[in-house]
């Protein structure tokens, strides 16, 4: 059974930075990309920023130029590098891990930013 353990999370100001981390194991196959969302309160859940295997990488157009995601492979690791933050940054960040038939998500990390 796949499981991702996220770490990182917490309460920071507006301007400050905070990185998340995910490591994944469990799988059969390979996971061929791995990445975060969020969803904020009275929100639907939205994509942060992907990675590939061959790290193509895929940002939201909110989080261009602030945050940074970057993975392991090898390890099965991903983490993101949030820069600037801002208190519409406030959510809870999920990693997520696609495999060839399996779609897998962590429990979720608080992340708050506060004005």
């Known amino acids: 059974q796949v499981r991702l353990v996220e770490s990182g999370g917490g309460l920071v100001q507006a301007g400050g930075s905070l990185r998340l981390s995910c490591a994944a194991s469990?799988?059969?196959?390979?996971?061929?990309?791995m990445g975060w969302f969020r969803q904020g309160v009275g929100n639907l859940r939205e994509l942060v920023a992907t990675?590939?295997?061959?790290?193509?990488?895929n940002y939201a157009d909110s989080v261009k130029g602030r945050f940074s995601i970057s993975g392991d492979g090898a390890k099965n690791t991903v983490h993101l590098q949030m820069n600037s933050l801002k208190p519409e940054d406030t959510a809870v960040y999920y990693c997520?891990?696609?495999?060839?038939?399996?779609?897998?998500w962590g429990q979720g990390t608080q992340v708050t930013v506060s004005s």
């Open positions: 997520n891990a696609i495999t060839r038939d399996s779609s897998n």
């Open positions: 469990g799988s059969a196959f390979r996971f061929d990309r």
């Open positions: 990675i590939t295997t061959i790290g193509i990488t």
